[in-house]
């Protein structure tokens, strides 16, 4: 990973008046607005916002799927928009987890094979890669359920699977879509409960979300409104 | 960057296929289908023409063949002025001063619709014909049991002949026919020689023949009047132009035609047969070949619809893929080598299909697979799935994540 410069302290993600337009003319749609926010290292964020508040589209800037029309966003000390695609599929890589709502592992593919995919992408030798996809199920409490196929498994299990997945890679930041939208209220209580310890143990851990319960495990929360921040707490747990 | 092993590119591929195998079989079938069709139909083509050259060696390379012009015996009228062919003409050709380069040329008398008996069994000779004993060298024709009959049997006309191994077979099954006596056309003849088996070509038997000396034939059943070919041989296979040259001055000679005028005979080489066979030999095989590759095209996109369907019902695989940090280049390699997959799966099970096939008789014809064809189909094959697998694994490669991730 790199190194950090005194002059960017800890800042993980650093954004200055990213805007971002769908369509042209008067079919356009203005997602955000002009968004700045900076992000330190070891930050628990809740982003908010309604449904068209723009906040999927501030999570695929941040998880370098989708680039701003305008402004500035780094990553680490990368400005994302002076890399290739070539270059942006290493970032995705190195320095980003994903976690999605509908949980997105691969069908037919087992958990363990799930989890090693990041570091094979990465050309992790089989056998390193497979004893990090043990640990990183370790961690996330589904050590015996490697062997199995996403459809073997329950959503919460799905999703913990995807974090594992996530997490596999010791990236710089792990961005949650609506981690919980598809899980019920046990499901959701496991999984918050996984990522503050994991925010514990030292990374940070972006989280979008719609609801409160959600955000309130968050220890900061940054409210979004017609794509313009229209608030920005912290708070200590 | 983007250190993926090309063994694990291989495993995701290899999964790829395995997980609709119904689809998969279907589409190998396709290119196996195009695979063993080149191979069989181009070893067909080159079967025949090997087989119709064989048989044309067999008649002899240095041999040439003088017919007239006009039809023969039997069609005067298609053409008043040209003058038939006699034996004087083929008396003329024995020249050793003016035709240096011929060995010997034998005139050929056929005569038609004559049947043989022996007993209560009968045969129907394709050919009874009479000549000199120098034809059976000409003609490439020894025996393989007796002898033939010789030039003092020409002169007094006996009633002497040597026959063909069907004849043979007809009239005396697997018995000895030498010096038997056998009826043909009403006459009695006696059996000296029976000839080495020639082989079929086409419809013609080479070895339904009765060859008497040509004084009997004229005496018995033709009459005296016009022969129907002489049959000329070379000194050696090199000299074959020369001695046709030779030919046609003696021809043009006897027949009174003059420099540039158009003769009203043809002189004929087996080479100049063979090299028209070969000819259309090629021709057939070409055909064949095109054929052949019409339905390896066929199969070849077969591969491209199934690689696109197999993109598009993987769209969100493959946006998962790149949002956790696929490149490009992993998930177009893992696309590309399914499509090299199924097609080298269908090249090689059409290969092992298509030389498997041509150990049969197709059509009377011995295939004969040829090595290059084999090469050809495989490698073919595997461009195929290069080429038709490309674009849609191009289309899958440059996929955006967020639109891949969104599909539903």
């Not at chain 1, 410069?5 to 042209?24: D, F, R």
């Not at chain 1, 996403?150 to 879509?177: C, F, N, W, Y």
């Not at chain 2, 059976?136 to 030039?151: D, H, I, L």
Request: hydrophobic share 45%; net charge neutral.
């Amino acid at each position: 990973m790199t190194t950090q410069t005194a002059t960017q302290k800890s800042l993980v993600v650093k954004v200055e008046g990213v805007t971002k337009v769908y369509g042209v003319g008067e079919t356009a749609v203005h997602a955000l607005r002009g968004v700045s926010l900076e992000i330190e290292q070891g930050e628990f964020v809740a982003i908010m916002g309604a449904s068209g508040s723009g906040k999927s589209t501030l999570m695929n800037i941040l998880g370098c799927l989708d680039i701003p029309t305008q402004g500035d966003y780094w990553i680490r000390n990368l400005n994302v928009a002076e890399l290739d695609e070539e270059q942006l599929s290493v970032v995705r890589s190195q320095l980003i987890g994903f976690v999605f709502q509908s949980f997105n592992l691969i069908p037919r593919t087992t958990a363990a094979n799930n989890v090693e995919l990041p570091l094979a992408y990465q050309g992790i030798s089989l056998h390193k890669r497979r004893e990090r996809a043990r640990e990183a199920l370790a961690s996330v409490g589904l050590a015996d359920r490697g062997g199995h196929e996403p459809h073997e498994l329950s959503g919460g299990q799905q999703q913990r699977v995807a974090i594992a997945r996530a997490l596999v890679t010791k990236p710089a930041m792990l961005l949650a879509d609506e981690p919980t939208g598809a899980l019920d209220t046990q499901s959701t209580k496991e999984i918050l409960e996984l990522l503050h310890e994991i925010n514990r143990s030292g990374a940070t851990v972006i989280v979008i979300t719609h609801e409160e319960e959600v955000a309130r495990a968050a220890r900061r929360m940054i409210r979004l409104r017609d794509g313009y921040v229209v608030e920005d707490v912290k708070w200590v747990a | 960057m983007g250190g993926l092993g090309l063994r694990e590119v291989w495993r995701f591929a290899w999964r790829g296929i395995t997980a609709n195998r119904m689809r998969s079989s279907l589409t190998v079938l396709g290119v196996l289908i195009g695979v063993s069709s080149v191979i069989v139909l181009t070893a067909v083509g080159t079967g025949s023409a090997v087989s119709v050259q064989q048989s044309i060696q067999k008649l002899g390379t240095n041999s040439i063949t003088v017919s007239a012009l006009g039809g023969g015996r039997f069609s005067r009228s298609a053409n008043s002025n040209a003058k038939q062919l006699t034996i004087s003409d083929a008396t003329a050709l024995n020249d050793p001063v003016k035709a240096p380069d011929v060995k010997s040329a034998a005139p050929v008398l056929q005569a038609n619709g004559v049947s043989c008996t022996y007993g209560n069994l009968s045969s129907s000779p394709q050919s009874v014909i009479g000549t000199w004993p120098s034809y059976f060298e000409a003609a490439n024709s020894p025996v393989s049991a007796g002898t033939y009959w010789t030039s003092d049997d020409v002169v007094a006309g006996r009633p002497v002949v040597v026959i063909g191994t069907t004849v043979a077979s007809d009239l005396f099954g697997t018995d000895s026919p030498l010096n038997q006596v056998i009826r043909c056309h009403g006459q009695s003849v006696t059996v000296v020689g029976v000839m080495k088996t020639k082989g079929t070509t086409g419809f013609q038997d080479g070895d339904s023949i009765v060859i008497a000396p040509i004084t009997f034939i004229q005496r018995s059943m033709s009459g005296y009047g016009s022969i129907s070919s002489i049959q000329v041989e070379a000194n050696s296979a090199t000299t074959t132009t020369a001695a046709m040259d030779e030919v046609t001055a003696i021809m043009d000679a006897q027949h009174k035609i003059k420099a540039g005028g158009s003769a009203d005979y043809r002189v004929l080489n087996q080479a100049s047969i063979l090299a028209s066979s070969n000819q259309s030999g090629h021709t057939l095989t070409v055909l064949l070949g095109i054929v052949a590759a019409i339905s390896l095209l066929v199969g070849g996109i077969g591969i491209t619809n199934i690689m696109l369907v197999s993109v598009t019902e993987r769209t969100r695989e493959i946006g998962i893929r790149k949002a956790i940090g696929a490149p490009k280049i992993a998930i177009l390699s893992q696309f590309l080598i399914e499509a090299m997959l199924l097609s080298l799966l269908g090249g090689l099970s059409g290969v092992l299909l298509g030389v498997g096939i041509s150990h049969f008789t197709i059509l009377g014809v011995k295939p004969v697979v040829s090595l290059s064809s084999v090469l050809l189909a495989f490698i073919v094959s595997a461009l195929i799935g290069l080429i038709f697998g490309g674009w849609p694994a191009n289309r899958a490669a440059s996929l955006r994540p967020i639109e891949a991730l969104r599909y539903e």
